[in-house]
């Protein structure tokens, strides 16, 4: 197995008196995470959320009726457990009658999660997050020289575990992910009637990756009315397939100020999505794929590390731009992504000029590691 970064996190957290919530994308590998750092099998109960019978266990839950479902049980592993219609208050029950023993309960849809588990168990768990494989993650399974080897196959396929632990078969997997199973949480929510237009705005996001998205361009695109397209792209980030990136604005009056930008968690779904698996130097996007790849890095690092930041991209009305801004502690970074190195390029004059103790960076091939695996180098 390939060690994740918040292994030791979860690790020191568990039987400290909290339930344990990990929250991600579907085959990210949270069972798998889970299972290395559990106690033996005898000792820890494995529930699935997707099936009727776990369901029906929480559905008119009592303390009487989870201590004989629990049995003599440690620990006890809900796997999806936003499926569980009465989970949040199970999970609470069992914290409270008996709380030697351990919950932890994974889920790959926050917006269905969190509603369920926030209020009942205000003050009595500890959430996580676990992201596709990182660079990081990588680099200290096999070394930075090996992973940077990889960056061009990693720009096309991505982190998904199985995608990387299973060379040759990268695009089968990803084409079943990208078919249904990432979004099988979407697709069961009763709001989506037609799956097909879920497809279209995807494939839109997939092409207009590092630029501004608007939602009419998108619902010309798709066919959806504006405000089903927000949605959409609201319950496409709650599912940890897309976040987006919002733009900066301070102290110039033609700075974008209601702009956004979206990317995928991961290069290889979006590459699914357009079924375009041509290797970096045949393609005409791989500007685009360099910065999604850096984005997510970046977002990974941040969110491993404990480094609560704001991020945006800066624009203004005449088109300056600049790629990524991160805000941490009142210091701006300001960074421009190049995917060759020779390639000139500079921070506006504008920007410095109206943000002059701002920090830059140009990331390239040649220098990338500091920013996605730690502290910014200029």
Do not use: C
Not at 251 to 272: P, V
Not at 295 to 307: C, F, I, S, V, W
Not at 308 to 313: A, D, E, G
């Amino acid at each position: 197995m390939i060690p994740r970064t918040i292994g030791k996190k979860i690790q020191e957290r568990l039987f400290k008196g909290k339930v344990i919530i990990i929250m991600g994308a579907r085959q990210t590998g949270k069972t798998t995470l889970l299972r290395s750092l559990m106690l033996p099998s005898e000792d820890t109960l494995w529930l699935n959320g997707d099936e009727p019978d776990v369901q029906a266990v929480f559905e008119n839950a009592s303390s009487d009726r989870l201590k004989a479902f629990l049995g003599n049980h440690r620990v006890v592993v809900i796997d999806e457990a936003q499926r569980i219609s009465n989970i949040g208050v199970g999970i609470k029950l069992i914290k409270d009658h008996y709380p030697n023993v351990q919950v932890v309960a994974t889920g790959s849809s926050s917006f269905e999660l969190a509603n369920k588990v926030n209020e009942p168990l205000t003050g009595r768990k500890w959430e996580f997050q676990l992201h596709p494989l990182s660079f990081q993650e990588m680099v200290q399974y096999h070394g930075l020289i090996k992973e940077k080897r990889l960056l061009e196959h990693r720009l096309v396929y991505g982190y998904y575990p199985e995608v990387v632990t299973s060379e040759g078969d990268e695009k089968a997997i990803l084409k079943e992910l990208s078919d249904s199973y990432l979004y099988k949480d979407i697709l069961l929510w009763e709001g989506i009637k037609k799956p097909e237009k879920l497809v279209k705005l995807l494939q839109a996001l997939a092409f207009q990756v590092g630029n501004q998205v608007s939602n009419n361009e998108l619902s010309r695109l798709t066919g959806l009315d504006g405000k089903t397209v927000e949605s959409y792209i609201y319950l496409l980030e709650q599912t940890y397939v897309v976040f987006r990136l919002s733009s900066f604005s301070r102290n110039l009056r033609n700075e974008l100020k209601a702009s956004k930008k979206i990317y995928f968690y991961d290069n290889g779904i979006r590459n699914a999505i357009i079924a375009n698996f041509q290797p970096v130097g045949l393609r005409a996007d791989t500007g685009a794929l360099w910065e999604n790849f850096l984005m997510a890095e970046r977002l990974k690092r941040n969110h491993y590390h404990d480094h609560f930041v704001n991020s945006y991209f800066w624009r203004t009305k005449e088109q300056q731009e600049i790629d990524y801004i991160e805000e941490e502690n009142g210091q701006l970074l300001a960074a421009e992504f190049k995917w060759r190195a020779e390639t000139k390029a500079k921070i506006p004059a504008t920007f410095l000029k109206h943000y002059p103790e701002s920090q830059q960076s140009i990331v390239t091939p040649e220098n990338f590691e500091s920013f996605v695996m730690g502290e910014w180098e200029e």
